[in-house]
T-cell receptor, first 115, second 114 residues
Framework: AQSVTQPDIHITVSEGASLELRCNYSYGATPYLFWYVQSPGQGLQLLLKYFSGDTLVQGIKGFEAEFKRSQSSFNLRKPSVHWSDAAEYFCAVGPNSGGYNKLIFGAGTRLAVHP | EAQVTQNPRYLITVTGKKLTVTCSQNMNHEYMSWYRQDPGLGLRQIYYSMNVEVTDKGDVPEGYKVSRKEKRNFPLILESPSPNQTSLYFC?????????????FGPGTRLLVL
């Protein structure tokens, strides 16, 4: 079955500390991979995506993610967290053709940032 | 400005009273989707559309209907709402995959069914 697992429901970090959010997936074919952020009261915004090529992808707001095929993982990282990064983060997988209309989302990780 | 709009943003209704949540995009996108978001479950897709008059079920379509008569609009219809449809609903639109393409989400519609 196709699925996305985000093992951490809540994470708290101090401002300026590094961050890693975990994402594991189960998918029959080679997937496309995505990370979204949802700020309080807002819709989702795409942070970054992996289609092919370099397994380390850069996104907006200083985020990056690394695709590890052998571990079926696509973890999100940021070297230094800012208070404005407090939000909920969703990992998603989708088919490697077409559009964004068949994405499967994880349950999300809520990030809190201490000053 | 690229935009997905949803109306209403908040809605309280009673069981069985038909309602429609509208979704409109101004980017001429082919693909549109409806999701519901519930705590601990992430986003689950209700229906999606790949173009005008082309729609298909997502993961949780029961109790919902959609139509795509115009490219820009993709309304979500609850013919007979029930309390288990209380949720936060998002509409999204996108073009086909591309390095420069992204998926745009609306601001959400919070629905309470009594």
């Amino acid at each position: 079955a196709q699925s996305v697992t985000q093992p951490d429901i809540h994470i708290t970090v101090s401002e300026g500390a590094s961050l890693e959010l975990r994402c594991n997936y189960s998918y029959g074919a080679t997937p496309y991979l995505f990370w979204y952020v949802q700020s309080p009261g807002q819709g989702l915004q795409l942070l970054l995506k992996y289609f092919s090529g370099d397994t380390l992808v850069q996104g907006i707001k200083g985020f990056e993610a690394e695709f590890k095929r052998s571990q079926s993982s696509f973890n999100l990282r940021k070297p230094s967290v800012h208070w404005s990064d407090a939000a909920e983060y969703f990992c998603a997988v989708g088919p490697n053709s077409g559009g964004y209309n068949k994405l499967i989302f994880g349950a999300g990780t809520r990030l809190a940032v201490h000053p | 400005e690229a935009q997905v709009t949803q109306n209403p943003r908040y809605l309280i209704t009673v069981t069985g009273k038909k309602l429609t949540v509208t979704c409109s995009q101004n980017m001429n996108h082919e693909y549109m989707s409806w999701y519901r978001q519930d705590p601990g479950l992430g986003l689950r897709q209700i229906y999606y559309s790949m173009n005008v008059e082309v729609t298909d079920k997502g993961d949780v379509p029961e109790g919902y209907k959609v139509s795509r008569k115009e490219k820009r609009n993709f309304p979500l219809i609850l013919e007979s709402p029930s309390p288990n449809q209380t949720s936060l609903y998002f509409c999204a639109s996108s073009a086909k995959y591309g390095q420069r393409e992204t998926q745009y989400f609306g601001p959400g519609t919070r629905l309470l069914v009594l």
